[in-house]
């Protein structure tokens, strides 16, 4: 399975189960009719000396027959990350990948690439905006500037970019990137301070999230909170969550398995009231009250106050560094401040990346290791139980999306 470990070590040579150096159809002939269906999996396959090459495909089943991505589909080596934003999935180049690629459909239901657009650095993370209008922030631990992209969302362009320097966020060490979130007339980026050359994390006393005026992303202030630890983790990029009300959520965990070397206070999840720049001091979410002493690795916001959770099966003290679980699966409630856990699904462990799962009404599809295989599961978030479907023959999914 693909770790936190491998992420930071990864190369980025050209593979693949069909010849590309480039987004192409894996597709024998040309001449094929266009793969179709409304569910999409970006499925990693791993090659030789720890490489690997995704294959985004499109499916119109995922819990029947085995889900392969021989035949079909977009094919990128190298290392992505990938978020559906609307109508569109959002592949985010990492490692020495640069690129930010859009996938969308054609009119006759064939995955196809919209835009290609490169950075000087990797790009940490895109979110919406509005309709028209995406943000990617540039975070890169060997650099001393935050830059921000406004990028047009139908063609993946460039609009403008505003950068900052680093020494707004902090004066220590470097920040590294854990989630943004555009709340009214604010844009909010959360952090945590790790040494790039170690990734030792000293500073695990309070959270902190920088405050910039949206659009015109003028830096305003950093905000900050001693209830609890640093905000989000490595490589997780759900620090900050969103509700329909526009309230930011705000997860800090400081667990060894998400990269911290150290955890000095409880873990848990602060608010953000829409409208305010400050911490709401009447709100605090004892998480590992709730979970027996455990903490949340990742969210994923749903709907009308709940979240989809990977919560770690073991206490803090006794996690094992950087493995990104094991985890149980849980709905969080954040208004009645209860996690309740998904019965059906076996524990299991994380992928060391944003957690690829996919919303389809009262359902939640994402997919798991489980005894050397990968499994989709179905998630029915109202009963809180799961049922295993396909087989995915991939190393893992890194995406889980409907077009």
Known sequence: MFSMIQAKKLALPVIGLCAALSFSSCSDDDNASPNSGPFVVSMAIQGSNNTFTYYTAPFSDVMGAPLTAEGKGIEQPGYFDFTQIG????????????NVLGISKSATGELQQVGNTSFANSISDIIQADANTLVAVEMNATSNLVKFHTINANTVKVISTKQHPVSDLTTLSAPFYSGMRISGNHLFLSYYISNPSTFVTPYTDEAEIAVYSYPD????????????GPVGGFNTKTGLTKDEQGN?????????????????KKGAILRIANGQTTFDQNYFFDVEAATGGKNIGHLKYLSNGKALAEVNAEVNSTQKIWADGPYKTAIVDFNAKTVTYINGMPQHAGGGRRLAALQDGNFVYMAIPENNKVYVYKIDIQNHTATRGAEVQASFVAGFSKL
């Open 248 to 264: 930011l959520y705000v997860l800090s965990n400081s667990n060894p398995a998400n990269g911290y070397s150290q955890s000095t």
């Open 87 to 98: 109508s569109t999935i959002y592949s985010i180049g990492g490692l020495d990948n640069v």
């Open 217 to 228: 992303l003028v830096f305003q202030k950093v905000i900050k909170d001693t209830r609890t």
